[in-house]
């Protein structure tokens, strides 16, 4: 079996999520027509006209956060405004700035030694894509027909796929279509080929086809030899053809031993990082850990249920089963792969954190300073930093507001603080995790490495509260608290340990001495 073999680069970074089209828009880049007004709120269909450029001209703004990497949701050629409806995986979408606009901000970043993934949409594409129209043009003549998973019935019949049902003769669809989401089942038999949750704007790509198989791989070898820093890749798990991704890693290794791999898979999955594929996943079951715990009283549960995974994994908890479900989290992986987890509180694909408990500040700062001091490469969704809400999509997607005024400037220092503590600690990178003490609502975990021994001591209850942890108090010296009230550090006069008092909705970090 294969040993996992990470990239060194990734257990330092601190990453930020970009949905492109929300980001940043730059005079630089034409634009074709309307846009929907950047300060509106967000629609399913709407375009904003964020772009490329309007990134690399905001860099400033990233690199002062303390942020060394950066995750782009799809940039590659599209008809919607997230583009994982991809129809040319080869160009850059030109709303984005084009194929110029990536090189000059790959360029740019890298200089500041800031690094760039890309979001891999290889499951499915849509039906723009262009052996996709070739099929619906064609029928049964076409050489494309077999990039696609297609009802040969109807092929044969000379029926057209019915890739717009809602605007065909035929009429609409059936009012429960779509709940037997995963299975394609329906899209096969009502619109001629299988699509990705039956959703009719994404047909699923045909990866048991070598020639398929092949495109997906120049695709990605592409990219990779123009400069990107890795992939993350789109449900990779619903790509089961033999030996894929085993292929993919292999072939975008040789072209950048240090290319980033990184799976949406939203469980626990030990077994999926054995050095073959991925390097690691995005560490939902940690973002949902948190979210639990950390928000208390103010978790919004009617929020939380706008994502059905969410709801599965989300619920008040008290500390106990914080530090028993994180314990859980971080045995399943091997040390290596646990520092390669890109760690987060929330996506595009999830209500934003404030929202989700309940606009409630003290919470964002506990889950900030949960997610920074846990192994894994944490990663901040574009406008957290500034107090951005949003609930799930397309609300959680809104365009950023870079009218200062707008900011909430006292939840960006306290995450710049955090993020400096983070990039000063090599600890907080590089060592272990072990829980310490939890009572009620208060708990303890230790970091430890040979680069020493922090401890991190959370109150996310409403009152005060004294947690006895078995560290001397003379050994403790408190770096960091989330609040203007630090923890107190008293000797226990019942034993050896020590008893903290933690204010109410408080953190703080402690250099434990040897």
Same mark, same amino acid.
């Given at each position: 079996?294969p ?8 257990r ?10 929300r ?31 309007g ?12 942020v ?5 949701n ?13 129809? &040319? ?5 030109? *709303? ?6 990536? @090189? /000059?901000? =790959?360029? #740019? ?10 979001d891999g ?6 039906r723009?894509?262009w ?8 029928g ?6 077999d990039?696609?998973y297609?009802?040969?019935a ?18 609409p ?24 949750? &039956? ?5 699923? *790509? ?6 398929v @198989? /092949?495109? =997906?791989? #120049?695709v ?8 990107i ?18 292929e ?14 990184v799976?949406?898979?939203?469980q ?38 706008q ?18 479900? =994180? ?27 404030l ?43 809104a365009?950023?507001?870079w ?33 310490l003490?939890?009572a ?16 991190v001591?959370l109150n ?51 250099r434990?001495?040897?």
């Amino acid at each position: 079996m294969p040993v996992a073999t990470t990239p060194g680069w990734v257990r330092d970074a601190v990453f930020y999520q970009i949905f492109p089209d929300r980001f940043a828009s730059s005079a630089r880049v034409a634009k074709p027509g309307p846009l929907e007004d950047w300060d509106s709120p967000p629609t399913v269909h709407g375009f904003k006209g964020g772009d490329l450029l309007g990134v690399v001209e905001h860099l400033d703004h990233l690199e002062g956060l303390g942020v060394t990497a950066i995750y782009f949701n799809p940039v590659f050629a599209s008809a919607s405004n997230h583009r994982y409806h991809t129809y &040319d995986y080869m160009q850059v979408d030109p *709303l984005l700035g084009g194929d110029d606009a990536l @090189r /000059e901000l =790959l360029d #740019a970043a890298h200089l500041r030694g800031m690094r760039v993934i890309l979001d891999g949409v290889f499951n499915h594409a849509s039906r723009g894509f262009w052996p996709f129209h070739h099929v619906m043009e064609a029928g049964a003549s076409s050489p494309y027909r077999d990039w696609f998973y297609l009802n040969q019935a109807m092929l044969a019949e000379g029926r057209q796929l019915r890739a717009y049902p809602y605007q065909m003769p035929a009429g609409p669809l059936a009012a429960d279509w779509g709940d037997q989401h995963g299975s394609g089942t329906q899209s096969l038999q009502t619109l001629g080929y299988q699509a990705w949750w &039956d959703l009719p704007a994404l047909p699923k *790509l045909n990866t048991d086809n070598p020639i398929v @198989r /092949e495109y =997906l791989m #120049a695709v990605a070898e592409h990219w990779t030899a123009f400069g990107i820093d890795g992939w993350r890749l789109d449900v990779p798990d619903e790509i089961t053809t033999p030996g894929f991704w085993e292929e993919f890693r292999t072939r975008v290794r040789a072209l950048n031993p240090d290319a980033y791999i990184v799976g949406e898979i939203w469980q626990e999955r030990g077994d999926l990082l054995d050095g073959r594929t991925y390097d690691g996943l995005m560490n939902y079951p940690l973002a949902a850990a948190i979210t639990s715990h950390v928000t208390g009283r103010h978790l919004r549960l009617d929020v939380v249920a706008q994502e059905a995974e969410l709801a599965r994994n989300i619920r008040p908890e008290d500390a106990e089963t914080f530090l028993a479900r =994180l314990a859980r989290i971080y045995r399943t992986y091997d040390p290596d792969s646990a520092g390669a987890m890109l760690t987060l509180l929330d996506t595009h694909d999830t209500p934003r954190f404030l929202t989700m408990a309940g606009d409630d500040k003290a919470s964002l700062r506990l889950g900030w300073l949960v997610l920074m001091t846990m192994p894994g490469a944490p990663c901040i969704y574009y406008g957290d930093e500034i107090g951005l809400t949003g609930e799930h999509d397309p609300g959680s997607r809104a365009g950023f507001p870079w009218d200062r005024q707008a900011w909430d400037m006292e939840l960006l220092d306290y995450l710049r603080a955090l993020v400096a503590l983070r990039h000063g600690e090599p600890v907080l990178r590089h060592g272990g995790f072990q829980p310490l003490a939890a009572a009620g609502m208060a708990s303890a975990y230790l970091r430890t490495g040979d680069q020493g021994t922090l401890m991190v001591a959370l109150n996310a209850g409403e009152e005060p509260t004294i947690l006895p942890v078995e560290v001397s108090a003379d050994r403790l010296a408190v770096l960091h608290t989330s609040t203007a009230v630090a923890a107190t550090v008293n000797a226990n006069p019942r034993g050896d340990g020590t008893l903290l008092e933690l204010a109410p909705r408080s953190g703080s970090v402690f250099r434990v001495s040897p």
